[in-house]
Nanobody, 123 residues
């Protein structure tokens, strides 16, 4: 199983970005896919998760109403649409996969990870 995150970049406060996580090596439809972010010196924190068949879903309160997770299993891709970005959203963003199809919680419970993509929000 491999996951590849992309779509990061530099954006001004209030702007938008869409991250993509392309999944390969198995059927993405069986997996829960989560997005996490990490800043230097801090632990990786869950941002949002979508379960199998658009099942269980989690959105961290810090991004609620601004970030939207979605999946297109036909394209083996999960997206994170990020709107109204704030400097506090600056981080390296990672996607992760879990074969139970649920959203298992903290980063330590996710067995598969993609490389990070950097999001920088700055004027």
């Amino acid at each position: 199983v491999q996951l590849q995150a992309s779509g990061g970049g530099l954006v001004q406060p209030g702007g938008s970005l869409r991250l993509s996580c392309v999944f390969s090596g198995s059927s993405v439809g069986d997996y829960a896919i989560g997005w996490f972010r990490q800043t230097p010196g801090k632990n990786r924190k869950g941002v949002s998760c979508i379960g199998r068949s658009n099942g269980p879903m989690y959105v961290d309160e810090s991004v609620l109403g601004r970030f939207t997770i979605s999946r297109d299993d036909a394209k083996n891709t999960v997206y994170l649409q990020m709107n109204s970005l704030d400097v506090e959203d600056t981080a390296t963003y990672f996607c992760a996969g879990d074969p139970t199809g649920q959203c298992p919680g903290g980063a330590q419970y996710w067995p598969y990870w993609g490389q990070g993509t950097q999001v920088t929000v700055s004027s």
